[in-house]
């Protein structure tokens, strides 16, 4: 199984709650529920992550990560390369903020893609001051 249906399961098995799937901005997206934020300027948050599945997944990483409920106020966007893509969102519950932060290149683990994409989602929650 690859694709939406293999992300889905793959978080599922882990013990996350995932909604969708969800159309919306030409792509299939899943919504990864109740992530609490581990460090940094949003500790202890509890947020949402969607993920517009790769058709390829697991081979391919999804790109950045999407976010709900909306965590930085638009003055200070840019410099954390963070953006408003509320065209590709439209689709989806809530109101979200894309962060630019796709898994660094050459740390990707197929076998592992969800705890993988747990441990990045946590390192760059972690590293917003």
Same mark, same amino acid.
């Not at 509890?46 to 993920?51: E, F, K, Q, T, Y």
């Not at 999407?66 to 966007?77: D, F, K, Q, S, T």
């Given at each position: ?28 997206? !899943? ?18 992550? !969607? ?34 893509? !509320? !065209? ?42």
């Amino acid at each position: 199984m690859i694709g939406f249906d293999r992300f889905v399961d793959d978080f599922r098995s882990l013990g996350w709650t995932v909604d969708g799937p969800f159309q919306s901005g030409g792509n299939r997206w !899943a919504i990864v529920r109740g992530f609490h934020v581990p460090a940094g300027r949003y500790r202890g948050q509890v947020i949402d992550v !969607a993920i517009p599945a790769p058709g390829d997944y697991p081979t391919t990483p999804p790109g950045g990560l999407y976010v709900c409920p909306l965590l930085v106020p638009v003055n200070e966007m840019p410099a954390l390369s963070i953006h408003d893509r !509320a !065209a590709e969102t439209a689709g989806l519950p809530g109101s979200w903020q894309y962060w630019s932060r796709p898994v660094p290149p050459g740390t990707w683990q197929p076998t592992r893609g969800a705890r993988r994409l747990i441990n990045h989602w946590n390192a760059v929650m972690s590293n917003v001051n």
